[in-house]
């Protein structure tokens, strides 16, 4: 299984925090595209911003004017790609630090969920959410990272 991905930083303070980004992205939509059941090359593309990047993103696109972690963006039949995930760093930062977990697990639970969600899965309701969770401890357990889903602490 191979992924393809292209891969923005557009908030330098990520690049500080994560040095090792690239294979951390790499890892984690690999765990993902595994516990999927992706078999195929899959393509993506991450980009790294702020919270006030995300913000206006998630304005646009959501009707929400306030800052979230993790945006997806399927890509239109047409592309080859499977779409774009945006993280913010302030908020996946607070997180991480509210849950008392490092910076690199949590961006790659990010990830994970991105990447689901560009396969088509949500959390709308109590049984989309179940079937979404169990993918993704399945692929960060394939990371040795923790279920985030343990504790009262998760979201």
Known sequence: MQVGIDIAILEPRWSEALTDIEALCLRAAKA?????????????????????????LNADYRGKDTPTNVLSFPAD???PAMGDIVIAFETCQREARDKAVSLSDHTSHLLIHG???LCGYDHEDDSEAQIMETLEIQALAALN???????SNAG
């Open 32 to 56: 993902a595209a595994n516990a999927y059941g992706h078999a195929q090359s899959q393509e993506l593309s991450i980009a790294f911003i702020d919270d006030a990047q995300i913000a206006r």
């Open 77 to 79: 039949g047409h592309n």
């Open 115 to 117: 990447y689901l969600h």
């Open 145 to 151: 990272i923790a279920n985030p889903y343990e504790d």
